[in-house]
T-cell receptor, first 112, second 114 residues
Framework: GDSVTQMEGPVTLSEEAFLTINCTYT??????LFWYVQYPGEGLQLLLK?????DKGSNKGFEATYRKETTSFHLEKGSVQVSDSAVYFC???????????FGAGTTVTVRA | GAVVSQHPSWVICKSGTSVKIECRSL??????MFWYRQFPKQSLMLMAT?????????EQGVEKDKFLINHASLTLSTLTVTSAHPEDSSFYIC??????????FGQGTRLTVV
């Protein structure tokens, strides 16, 4: 079935460092791809999304590009802040379904 | 727009009792609502999908008699954990969809069964 594999954490960074979280997917057709963020004690918030190949989703300084050729949707941010500390989930919705499938989540801690 | 409110945000109950969690879409009509369970430091596990006015569709391995889901209206779905036990302690999250590919999540409910 369709699935998402994302880089295991935890990831610890210093402020202003570059962040990359790898995400690859397995799916038939063209799924929609998402990054969700979960801050401590809170529910999930949509961070960004892309619905077709070569689309780039961006929000709050984060970016991810839908790469069909490598079946990837890696999340990047050029300069992280302490407030970016959270758990990040890569997810997809298959082209023929409506259910979200999540990756395992990557815990990111940014130190001042 | 697209706000989903989940209540309560946390609850502690005694073993053997039942707990109801509400999920409301505040500013849109949700054609479909989803219930997830999240274990510590793990990803979200889809428990069930509910559509307004019909029975919920449960994922494999989820006990439908234990986790009762009611989707009474286009803005409200409830999850009732019946005869709760300590192993049911978890973080439960709902999401609501208005037909597009985007789902909007509630804040989550932390259930602790003592």
């Amino acid at each position: 079935g369709d699935s998402v594999t994302q880089m295991e954490g935890p990831v610890t960074l210093s402020e202003e460092a570059f962040l990359t979280i790898n995400c690859t997917y397995t799916a038939t057709g063209y799924p929609s791809l998402f990054w969700y963020v979960q801050y401590p004690g809170e529910g999930l918030q949509l961070l960004l999304k892309a619905t077709k190949a070569d689309d780039k989703g961006s929000n709050k300084g984060f970016e991810a590009t839908y790469r069909k050729e490598t079946t990837s949707f890696h999340l990047e941010k050029g300069s992280v802040q302490v407030s970016d500390s959270a758990v990040y989930f890569c997810a997809l919705i298959p082209s023929n379904d409506y259910k979200l499938s999540f990756g395992a989540g990557t815990t990111v801690t940014v130190r001042a | 727009g697209a706000v989903v409110s989940q209540h309560p945000s946390w609850v502690i109950c005694k073993s053997g009792t039942s707990v109801k969690i509400e999920c409301r879409s505040l500013d849109f009509q949700a054609t479909t609502m989803f219930w997830y369970r999240q274990f510590p430091k793990q990803s979200l596990m889809l428990m069930a999908t509910s559509n307004e006015g019909s029975k919920a569709t449960y994922e494999q391995g989820v006990e439908k008699d234990k986790f009762l889901i009611n989707h009474a209206s286009l803005t409200l779905s409830t999850l009732t954990v019946t005869s709760a036990h300590p192993e049911d302690s978890s973080f439960y999250i709902c999401s609501a969809s208005k037909g597009s590919t985007e789902a909007f999540f509630g804040q989550g409910t932390r259930l602790t069964v003592v």
